[in-house]
């Protein structure tokens, strides 16, 4: 692998090949959560890369006083930026697949663009699996459209990425914009019947025409279950705080909420977060890390204080590694207990707006 000056590999004309993606996939599993310089070193060598192909991402680590010292001080893009521009590292090349946001409070959604699915595929799988969340030892049961129904959906790729890994069998049960709560509810009851565990998957608003269907009596689902929900409240015509959320699943499925997952991940980036119960913590795979900054200063809350969240995802290899999101969260020790999105909280320790990458 080549090198620079700097001592850093150079990954330009080796992350558009199979051997080269597959390669990084690799050192990005061999990682270990408290391997910190491991992970400083491929983020530094990432950012160098991504900075000379991606415009927008080059010019904010300029404003920012040049090439960053370490992962912490890599200045994150926002993400409205991804709705204003295509942020893709391979010019020339045609990108395999775009993935879009969903969110009904914008007029132009977020584009992600992939030259391939396969770094995306690894790691949406082995990133729920370090996490313990159990989807290979279930069937499973996805409240979200297929991958063929929605090609430009990063969460129903990465349920497609899973049930292809997985011995069990799965199946979406949302065709043509709607929940097939009949089908869903006789396969469920058939696995109750045979004390076969489940795994359910879907965004936290699929899960209310479930939870409202009083009419029917709850199922307690096997030993072994679990679920997982996604968020997706905010810009919707109803929202339920988390512990209300949850207390509702825990006595429609006979479940406790230690059995209860929640993801956090977004269109725009190829890793996730996950939290288990009610009151979990948010936790990373190795090959990524979250900081919780000031939204008045852009520096590092200290532990137990708010602030926005903002991602260095290191299998963000096709668009930027830095992300800075509008969701509030609270610092924690290993991780951060995630609130939901902030509407009134832009940050502010950057002087340069998504408007401004995108025309300077």
Same mark, same amino acid.
């Given at each position: 692998?080549?090198?620079?000056? @700097?001592?850093?590999?150079?990954?330009?004309?080796?992350?558009?090949?199979?051997?080269?993606? +597959?390669?990084?996939?690799?050192?990005?599993?061999?990682?270990?959560?408290?391997?910190?310089?491991?992970?400083?070193?491929?983020?530094?060598?990432?950012?160098?890369?991504?900075?000379?192909?991606?415009?927008?991402?080059?010019?904010?680590?300029?404003? +920012?006083?040049?090439?960053?010292?370490?992962?912490?001080?890599?200045?994150?893009?926002?993400?409205? &930026?991804?709705?204003?521009?295509?942020?893709?590292?391979?010019?020339?090349?045609?990108?395999?697949?775009?993935?879009?946001?969903?969110?009904?409070?914008?007029? @132009?959604?977020?584009?992600?663009?992939?030259?391939?699915?396969?770094?995306?595929?690894?790691?949406?799988?082995?990133?729920?699996?370090?996490?313990?969340?159990?989807?290979?030892?279930?069937?499973?049961?996805?409240?979200?459209?297929?991958?063929?129904?929605?090609?430009? @959906?990063?969460?129903?790729?990465?349920?497609?990425?899973?049930?292809?890994?997985?011995?069990? @069998?799965?199946?979406?049960?949302?065709?043509?914009?709607? &929940?097939?709560?009949?089908?869903?509810?006789? +396969?469920?009851?058939?696995?109750?019947?045979?004390?076969?565990?489940?795994?359910?998957?879907?965004?936290?608003?699929?899960?209310?025409?479930?939870?409202?269907?009083?009419?029917?009596?709850?199922?307690?689902?096997?030993?072994?279950?679990?679920?997982?929900?996604?968020?997706?409240?905010?810009?919707?015509?109803?929202?339920?705080?988390?512990?209300?959320?949850?207390?509702? &699943?825990?006595?429609?499925?006979?479940?406790?909420?230690?059995?209860?997952?929640?993801?956090?991940?977004?269109?725009?980036?190829?890793?996730?977060?996950?939290?288990?119960?009610?009151?979990?913590?948010?936790?990373?795979?190795?090959?990524?890390?979250?900081?919780?900054?000031?939204?008045?200063?852009?520096?590092?809350?200290?532990?137990?204080?708010?602030? &926005?969240?903002?991602?260095?995802?290191?299998?963000?290899?096709?668009?930027?590694?830095?992300?800075?999101?509008?969701?509030?969260?609270?610092?924690?020790?290993?991780?951060?207990?995630?609130?939901?999105?902030?509407?009134?909280?832009?940050?502010?320790?950057?002087?340069?707006? +998504?408007?401004?990458?995108?025309?300077?």
């Amino acid at each position: 692998m080549a090198k620079e000056k @700097s001592g850093f590999p150079s990954f330009r004309g080796e992350l558009d090949r199979p051997e080269g993606r +597959a390669q990084w996939a690799k050192s990005l599993q061999s990682l270990a959560a408290e391997d910190d310089r491991g992970f400083d070193r491929l983020a530094l060598a990432l950012c160098r890369m991504q900075a000379r192909q991606v415009a927008p991402f080059g010019r904010l680590l300029q404003a +920012a006083g040049g090439f960053p010292a370490d992962w912490r001080t890599i200045p994150p893009v926002p993400q409205e &930026l991804f709705k204003q521009a295509l942020l893709f590292v391979h010019e020339g090349r045609t990108p395999r697949r775009i993935f879009e946001t969903s969110g009904t409070t914008s007029p @132009s959604p977020g584009r992600h663009a992939l030259l391939d699915v396969d770094l995306y595929r690894a790691v949406s799988a082995e990133g729920a699996r370090r996490a313990g969340v159990p989807w290979e030892t279930v069937d499973l049961h996805f409240l979200v459209p297929s991958p063929q129904e929605a090609p430009h @959906s990063s969460l129903s790729a990465m349920f497609g990425f899973w049930s292809e890994q997985s011995a069990h @069998s799965a199946h979406f049960w949302i065709q043509d914009g709607h &929940l097939d709560q009949k089908g869903l509810r006789t +396969a469920l009851c058939e696995a109750v019947r045979a004390g076969r565990p489940v795994g359910l998957c879907g965004t936290a608003f699929a899960w209310i025409p479930l939870i409202d269907r009083h009419e029917e009596p709850p199922l307690c689902l096997p030993r072994g279950s679990f679920l997982l929900e996604t968020g997706g409240f905010k810009g919707r015509t109803r929202e339920l705080s988390k512990p209300d959320f949850y207390r509702a &699943l825990e006595a429609r499925f006979g479940i406790c909420a230690e059995e209860i997952w929640s993801e956090y991940g977004m269109t725009e980036l190829s890793s996730q977060a996950y939290a288990q119960g009610a009151e979990g913590i948010h936790r990373t795979p190795p090959w990524a890390r979250v900081r919780i900054l000031d939204p008045l200063t852009g520096r590092d809350c200290r532990i137990g204080e708010k602030g &926005l969240v903002a991602w260095v995802d290191l299998a963000n290899i096709d668009s930027v590694l830095a992300i800075q999101t509008q969701d509030e969260a609270i610092a924690a020790r290993d991780g951060f207990r995630l609130l939901g999105r902030s509407a009134d909280l832009p940050l502010r320790g950057c002087s340069l707006t +998504a408007e401004d990458l995108r025309s300077s």
